[in-house]
């Protein structure tokens, strides 16, 4: 008995009717993998893994309608109170902090997303400096979610840890941050901390990453 | 529950392989890498960042049967896990992360298998799929006939993913990297995906997160820096010597990160060390 190759499906023929994953307020925003439908045959459901690359989705696990209710029991998938809508290249389905959807060009998405960050960074900031260390975190989480690329609101996080005497969750936020230059990271939650002169944050800004960094990093704290 | 089915089904279907084998290419060598990997490979747990941070709070994974009686609460009858009777196991794969979260994820040394060897089973699929992806053969009436012949002993079904490693993929290795197999066997499964070939462990009510077979957490870093429960599961994980392994957010469209996250710290793992190749 020989094995099949693995299916692609061509996003022209699928409507989305879900997204792949459950989340509490607190952690939005978030980028989310859609549930999709095929458009011929309403029990041919596709779940992830799976990569869209532009007009297709590969590597795709087809379940049947029925067990996709079943997983939405289950908590783990969340289907569209809207009705399905039709999926389209190169988008990418997001969700705004107020649990709003987007379903937009991924440049477009990429490009909000990272406005929002900055705009949650910056009241990140102003609320350190006015001393509401809680709504400093919020904001500062905010912006991860938003954008997890800069390390300034991981710095914000690391320099509240600071405050609070915790120190391994300090350290956890620079494992987090991946700084190119730890040394530089420290000296920026110095300045969060506000215990230290302010410091160019492109200095500590991981412009060099490499390709594996974008899929995985396995930490060398380990 | 029954072990010794359990192992009267083992020894019944590795003969079956041997002698599927034997009668069309060849029953292949036992190879060293395929005997290191099979023994070896992690036991794997997807969820969503929802569940993740729920089941550490709760310090273990549970499962659907036991947090419906934690809730006061019966499962529906229709559900696949009671009508194929797994409701009241905690689902794992003996591979790498596959379906279908692409969250956040827990990966358990095999030693879990061998403090669970009376009550917990495998079989050489996932029994979700039976439903109706996966079809299998006439002769049995129902996916729960074909699952009681197919449930193998902990952590002994690890000497028939040996077997398929050396005999029905192409090379050991591809079994983990999600390659499908040159060859199906004999089990007479058909249609489905990986589902149908990669190893279901199941282990009854719940397992604990706190313990030794804990051997890696994977989640998003945006997620651990957010969730206060993933960052004390991550601050926890990093004073006891538990492998954190951060995701990028899924910027470009790809949702196999976690997977191929997965993929990559089994081949760091257990490629290389202690396997001899």
């Given at each position: 008995m020989k094995e099949l190759m693995s299916k692609v499906w061509k996003l022209a023929e699928l409507d989305i009717i879900g997204y792949a994953d459950v989340r509490e307020?607190?952690?939005?925003p978030a980028i989310v993998p859609p549930v999709f439908q095929l458009r011929i045959d309403r029990d041919v459901v596709l779940l992830p893994p799976y990569k869209l690359d532009r007009d297709v989705v590969a590597g795709a696990t087809s379940v049947s309608l029925m067990e996709a209710e079943q997983l939405k029991e289950a908590g783990k998938l969340t289907f569209l109170s809207g009705g399905a809508m039709k999926a389209a290249d190169s988008c990418q389905l997001w969700l705004h902090r107020d649990g709003r959807m987007h379903y937009q060009p991924i440049h477009e998405a990429k490009r909000t997303m990272e406005q929002l960050g900055r705009d949650a960074m910056k009241r990140a900031i102003e609320e350190l400096k006015d001393g509401r260390i809680d709504q400093a975190e919020v904001a500062a989480s905010e912006a991860i979610l938003y954008n997890d690329s800069p390390v300034e609101p991981y710095a914000i996080k690391a320099a509240i840890r600071r405050r609070q005497g915790n120190l391994a969750g300090e350290q956890l936020m620079a494992e987090l941050a991946r700084p190119v230059d730890p040394a530089a990271f420290a000296i920026l939650v110095d300045h969060y901390s506000g215990n230290a002169t302010p410091v160019q944050p492109a200095l500590v800004r991981p412009d060099n990453r490499s390709v594996m960094d974008h899929i995985a990093s396995i930490p060398v704290y380990a | 529950m029954s072990r010794t089915r359990w192992e009267s089904n083992l020894n019944s279907h590795c003969q079956r392989l041997n002698d599927y084998m034997t009668g069309s290419t060849g029953l292949a060598p036992m190879s060293d890498r395929a005997t290191g990997l099979s023994k070896r490979i992690y036991l794997s747990h997807a969820t969503t960042v929802s569940g993740f941070s729920k089941s550490w709070q709760g310090g273990a994974l549970i499962s659907a049967a036991a947090l419906a009686r934690k809730m006061n609460t019966t499962l529906p009858s229709d559900r696949l896990e009671v009508r194929l009777g797994t409701a009241d196991n905690v689902f794992l794969f003996a591979a790498p992360f596959r379906y279908p979260d692409t969250s956040c994820g827990f990966l358990f040394a095999p030693t879990l298998e061998e403090e669970r060897t009376v009550d917990g089973a495998a079989s050489p699929?996932?029994?979700?799929?039976?439903?109706?992806?996966i079809t299998f053969p006439k002769?049995?009436?129902?996916a729960p006939d074909f699952l009681y012949q197919h449930e193998f002993p902990l952590p002994e079904h690890r000497n028939y993913l040996r077997l398929s490693m050396e005999?029905?993929?192409?090379?050991?290795?591809h079994y983990i990297e999600g390659v499908p197999p040159k060859d199906a066997g004999c089990l007479g499964l058909a249609g489905g995906d990986s589902r149908r070939w990669t190893h279901e462990v199941r282990v009854p009510d719940r397992i604990l997160?706190?313990?030794?077979?804990?051997?890696a957490v994977f989640a998003p870093r945006s997620l651990v820096s957010a969730d206060p429960q993933l960052e004390e599961m991550f601050t926890w994980c990093r004073d006891s010597g538990v492998e954190r392994i951060y995701l990028d957010a899924p910027v470009d469209g790809d949702f196999e990160k976690l997977k191929a996250a997965c993929v990559t710290y089994i081949q760091a793992t257990l490629y290389n060390e202690g396997i001899n190749v």
């Open positions: 307020r607190t952690l939005l | 699929f996932d029994s979700g799929g039976l439903d109706r992806n002769e049995y009436a129902t005999n029905l993929f192409s090379r050991p290795e997160l706190r313990g030794s077979h804990l051997q």
